[in-house]
């Protein structure tokens, strides 16, 4: 059964940080490219940054470049995204996204929200 959770997400002030992890079963998670994605209510969901499977290669939305950084632990199966100077434009449901090597197979996780207030 494929599982993908995250956690990390709450409540924090205009230039805080957060570390949002995702933990994956189910899967060989060192075979998928992994990305975090978010959205708000009334828009569409947002690529906020992705990581491949093999060399690491990072891309991330212009709005997070140089705050956000996305990393992958496989020998624990997890996805970390970690969150600094973050602004109130950041507040969303923040979720993470598998995607097999040959696109075949997409596995996203429930989500976590992220609330980001003075």
């Known amino acids: 059964q494929v599982q993908l959770v995250e956690s990390g997400g709450g409540l924090a002030q205009p230039g805080g940080s957060l570390r949002l992890s995702c933990v994956t079963s189910g899967f060989t998670f060192s075979d998928y490219a992994m990305s975090w994605y978010r959205q708000v209510p009334g828009k569409e969901r947002e690529l906020v940054a992705a990581?491949?499977?093999?060399?690491?290669?990072?891309n991330y939305a212009d709005s997070v470049k140089g705050r956000f950084t996305i990393s992958r632990d496989n020998a624990k199966n997890t996805l970390y995204l970690q969150m600094t100077n973050l602004k109130p434009e950041d507040t969303a449901w923040y979720l993470c996204?598998?995607?097999?090597?040959?696109?075949?197979?997409?596995?996203w996780g429930q989500g976590t929200t992220v609330t980001v207030s003075s």
């Open positions: 996204k598998a995607i097999s090597l040959d696109g075949r197979y997409h596995y």
């Open positions: 990581i491949r499977r093999s060399d690491n290669i990072v």
